[in-house]
C-alpha cells in the first residue's frame, strides 16, 4: 500500500510517496532530531544560568565600596574602626575641622556602660592596654584617650586609609566625593549643629521628644588637677530649703525628690541634677524664679557636700567666677533628626547619620557615647547591605533597615536612657 505525503524540510517542499515504513523511518528521525535540538538548547540555557550565577557570585564576593566619614570625634571613629573590620570597605576617607593634635588632647570624660565595652571588644578595642578606670562594670577615660588610640591602631588594618585633619567638609567637597569611583557611603558624625548631611541632601528637619524629667547642670575646671578618670556618684531623694531666695507662696507643698550625679575626671568636674516632671512648688520655683544665685548655690552645697573624699571644698569666691552652670531648671528633651538615612542614584552615595548628628539630648550625664554606640550596632550589616544592593526594592531595604533601627533606638532611649544613666 502507497501513501501520498508531503514533507516540509530545510531543502524547501518535496512531494513524494512513501510506504508506511519510510514514513515510521522519516518521524523517527524528526523525533530524534528534536530530541537533540532540545539537548543542545537545554544545555546552552543551563551554561548561560551556571555562568551567570557563578559571574554573580564572583562579583558578589568581590563587591566593595567606600566609605567616607566626617568628623573625628568618638562616634566618628568608632565609625571607621568598624568600617575598616568590614571586608566589603576597600578604602576609608576622614574629614576632620580640628588639627590631629587637638583632637588627641580633648579633655573631657566619656563613661562606657558594659554592654558598649562587650561591642567594642569585638571590634579589637583593647580596653586592658587603654589608658582609664574600672568600676560597677563602666570604663571611665578621658576622650582624647580613647580618640588617640583609634588613629593609632587604624593604619594596622589593610585598607586604604586618607584622614584629613585640619580640613573642614565643605559644599565643594561634594565634587570629590562624587568623582570617587563606585559606591560610597558618607558617615555624618559631625554633632548636633553640624551641616554636613545637609550639604549632601539630608533635611536638617529634627522631632524633639520630651523626657518627661526636669534639670540642671553645673560645671568646675580646676586648672591646677590632672586628668585622672573619676567614677560617677550619684545621690537621690534631695530637697532643697528655698526659704531664703522664695516667698511662702512656693513653700513645698509635697514630695519633690532629686537626683544628683557628679561625673568627670578630676580638673573638668560636672554636676546634673535632675528631677521627675511635676509641677510641685519647689519645681515652679527652679524653673521661674530669676535669681541665679540660688541654683549657684544649690550646686555649690550639693558638691561641697557629696564631693570625693580625697577632693577639696569649692569656695564661694571661685564657686563665683568658675562655675558654668543652668540659671534655672529646664525640660530635658531628645532631639531626633527625622531623615537621618538617604541614597542619591546620580552618584551611587549613601549617606547615614550617627552620634549627635542623629539623635541628642539638650543635655549632659557623662554617658551621652552609649546612645552613639548604640546606634554603630546596626552599621556593618548595613555596609554589607548597602553593598550588595543591586535593585531599587534592595536598595530601599537597606535605608529601611536603618531607619527602623534608629527609631528603635529613640524609643529605647526614652523609655530607660536617663532612667538608666542618671535616675537608677
Request: glycine share 6%.
Amino acid at each position: 500500500m502507497h501513501l501520498g505525503f508531503y514533507i516540509n524540510n530545510s531543502l524547501g517542499e518535496v512531494t513524494k510517496t512513501c510506504t508506511e515504513d519510510e514514513i515510521a523511518k522519516i518521524l523517527q528521525i524528526h523525533s530524534m532530531n528534536i530530541s537533540i535540538y532540545f539537548v543542545i538548547t537545554f544545555s546552552a540555557v543551563a551554561v548561560f544560568l551556571g555562568s551567570k550565577i557563578i559571574l554573580n557570585k564572583i562579583r558578589r564576593n568581590n563587591a566593595q565600596l567606600t566609605v567616607i566619614i566626617i568628623g573625628a570625634g568618638p562616634i566618628g571613629l568608632t565609625s571607621a574602626l568598624i568600617s575598616v573590620h568590614c571586608k566589603r570597605v576597600k578604602k576609608l576617607v576622614l574629614y576632620e575641622e580640628q588639627s590631629k593634635s587637638n583632637v588627641e588632647k580633648r579633655t573631657y570624660q566619656i563613661a562606657l556602660k558594659s554592654a558598649q565595652v562587650s561591642f567594642l571588644r569585638s571590634y579589637g578595642v583593647d580596653f586592658d592596654n587603654l589608658e582609664g578606670l574600672w568600676h560597677e562594670g563602666c570604663f571611665y577615660t578621658r576622650v582624647g584617650i580613647y580618640l588617640e588610640y583609634i588613629i593609632h591602631i587604624l593604619p594596622l588594618y589593610s585598607k586604604e586609609i586618607t584622614m584629613h585633619f585640619g580640613t573642614k567638609f565643605a559644599r565643594e567637597m561634594r565634587d570629590d566625593i562624587d568623582n570617587i569611583q563606585g559606591r560610597k557611603l558618607v558617615i555624618c558624625c559631625d554633632g548636633s549643629t553640624g551641616l554636613a548631611s545637609h550639604t549632601l541632601g539630608l533635611s536638617d528637619e529634627c522631632v524633639i521628644h520630651s523626657s518627661g524629667i526636669f534639670g540642671a547642670v553645673a560645671a568646675v575646671e580646676r586648672n591646677n588637677e590632672t586628668l585622672v578618670p573619676r567614677p560617677e556618684k550619684r545621690i537621690h531623694n534631695l530637697s532643697f530649703d528655698l526659704s531664703a531666695y522664695i516667698s511662702s507662696a512656693f513653700e513645698e507643698n509635697g514630695n519633690s525628690k532629686f537626683t544628683l550625679k557628679l561625673f568627670g575626671n578630676s580638673r573638668c568636674r560636672y554636676m546634673a541634677l535632675a528631677v521627675n516632671k511635676c509641677d510641685s512648688n519647689i519645681v515652679r520655683a527652679l524653673k521661674t524664679v530669676l535669681d541665679k544665685s540660688m541654683m549657684r548655690n544649690i550646686f555649690l552645697k550639693c558638691y561641697n557636700i557629696y564631693k570625693r573624699s580625697d577632693e577639696t571644698c569649692i569656695s564661694d569666691s571661685y564657686c563665683l567666677n568658675n562655675m558654668k552652670f543652668s540659671p534655672r531648671l529646664y525640660e530635658i528633651k531628645l532631639s531626633q533628626r527625622m531623615e537621618n538615612v538617604g541614597y542619591i542614584s546620580d552618584c551611587d552615595l549613601f549617606v547615614i547619620t550617627e552620634g549627635e548628628a542623629s539623635r541628642s539630648y539638650n543635655y549632659n550625664t557623662g554617658m551621652d557615647i552609649n546612645l552613639g554606640v548604640k546606634g554603630l550596632s546596626s552599621l556593618q550589616p548595613f555596609i554589607e547591605m548597602v553593598t550588595l544592593a543591586e535593585t531599587e526594592h534592595s536598595i530601599m531595604q537597606a535605608l529601611v533597615f536603618k531607619m527602623e533601627h534608629s527609631e528603635k533606638i529613640c524609643r529605647e532611649s526614652l523609655k530607660y536612657g536617663l532612667k538608666e544613666y542618671l535616675l537608677l
